[in-house]
């Protein structure tokens, strides 16, 4: 009987715990992710696009070693090899570039935009100062130690 009765919290307390869980919003941890920005989400479509469009120009061997290299970047012995130290054409580097470059312009006008609305409250502390009253006044109490 008395095993019972101790078994008995751990089950209300696992009970419990998942009706919390339950009806709690689920959330992929505990502290939630800004939410993203509206052109930035403008811009990374843009991006995925002309990403997809450049990557659609290279030759089957160009894709081949470009994944090639990115799944072996940490390994040394690859490193060492000839196929690690090829690269793709100078003009297919050059029109990855464009595109990185038309990414990073969106995002810089996001940021300049963004900047400009975000003003500080620079009379912040003055304001939440008056909103609370701290008592400083003395009394006169005996602590006996």
Avoid: C, H
């Amino acid at each position: 009987m008395a095993r019972s009765m101790s078994f008995l919290p751990v089950v209300l307390l696992a009970l419990g715990a998942w009706m919390l869980s339950s009806l709690m919003p689920s959330q992929s941890g505990f502290v939630n992710s800004a939410t993203p920005r509206a052109g930035s989400k403008m811009a990374m479509r843009g991006f995925k696009d002309d990403f997809y469009a450049w990557k659609d120009t290279l030759s089957k061997d160009d894709q081949a070693l470009l994944l090639k290299q990115a799944q072996n970047e940490f390994n040394k012995k690859f490193r060492a090899t000839d196929d690690f130290k090829t690269s793709i054409s100078e003009e297919k580097i050059e029109s990855f570039g464009k595109v990185l470059q038309k990414f990073f312009d969106n995002e810089r006008e996001d940021y300049k935009k963004d900047v400009e609305t975000r003003t500080p409250d620079y009379d912040y502390l003055q304001t939440k100062s008056k909103q609370v009253a701290y008592d400083f006044s003395l009394s006169n109490a005996i602590v006996p130690v």
